[in-house]
């Protein structure tokens, strides 16, 4: 079982950008077939698929949040960071941190918490 914890602020205003890390724990992060995927579910609506790093570093975005969220990874660290830049209120959501050994950008089999970010003047 791998335990995911992601990290960053609860409260953002509107235009700034959204840092958050999920931190993956032993040595998994660069472990063939793994993605980091970052998931969020925003009030009212099911779960939105927000992007991936693979395990090669490759990168994955979903085109309808308009490229405003670049994904990397700190391979020291152990972590995957989630950028969204220009947040709006539309995206206070809770953010998830996901991850699967399968191979695939669209599976997840393992989950952090979720942080609640609330964009907000």
């Known amino acids: 079982q791998v335990e995911l914890q992601e990290s960053g602020p609860g409260l953002v205003k509107p235009s700034q950008t959204l840092s958050l890390t999920c931190t993956v724990p032993?040595?998994?992060?660069?472990?063939?077939?793994?993605?980091w995927t970052w998931i969020r579910q925003c009030p009212g609506k099911s779960l939105e698929w927000i992007g991936s790093i693979s395990y090669r570093g490759n990168t994955y975005d979903n085109p309808t949040l308009e490229s405003r969220t670049p994904i990397s990874r700190d391979k020291t660290n152990n972590q995957s960071s989630l950028q969204l830049k220009s947040v709006r209120p539309e995206d206070t959501c809770v953010y998830y941190c996901?991850?699967?050994?399968?191979?695939?950008?669209?599976?997840?089999?393992?989950w952090g918490k979720g942080t609640l970010v609330t964009v907000s003047s």
């Open positions: 032993g040595g998994s992060i660069t472990t063939n077939y793994y993605y």
């Open positions: 996901t991850g699967t050994n399968g191979g695939s950008k669209y599976e997840v089999d393992y």
